[in-house]
């Protein structure tokens, strides 16, 4: 398996944000842990979320706000444990996450996202390997009923 900055347990992952400057001054760092996927529902509050930070005019939101909406929509769904710079923000205005850089909102997504992706990978190579033995224990069964007759 290839190396990766996000460890795998069962069906949450964890990533630790690289120390990482902000566009307006200031470092941000922590721990994340992530749901590797959502279930119907979540994805539902999701996307009400998503529709709701667009608002009604949602056709004349920005390519940025559009994509600052997704972000804050996924994530508030995929979040599990966030460090202190992340949760802080909910006293202040009901949102985690509600910070002033938009790229490291964006840079949590794309963690998220891939922790996403090496779970569907993870679970696909387990399949296979389940499959590759069934297989073999299949073909092991037939030899030995062959010799038999």
Avoid: H
């Amino acid at each position: 398996m290839e190396k990766t900055d996000i460890l795998l347990e069962g069906s949450t992952a964890t990533w630790t944000m690289p120390p990482t400057t902000s566009e307006l001054g200031g470092t941000y760092t922590g721990r994340f842990v992530f749901k590797c996927y959502l279930d119907p529902l979540s994805q539902l509050q999701a996307g009400r979320q998503f529709r709701e930070y667009l608002g009604a005019y949602a056709g004349m939101a920005t390519e940025s706000e559009y994509n600052l909406a997704y972000a804050l929509a996924q994530l508030s769904q995929r979040i599990v444990t966030a460090p202190p710079f992340w949760t802080s923000t909910v006293q202040d205005g009901g949102l985690a996450g509600n910070i002033g850089d938009g790229s490291i909102v964006l840079m949590v997504l794309d963690a998220a996202v891939r922790a996403q992706d090496l779970f569907k990978e993870k679970i696909a190579k387990e399949r296979e390997q389940l499959l590759d033995q069934s297989i073999k224990v299949g073909e092991q069964i037939m030899k030995e009923r062959q010799k038999g007759e």
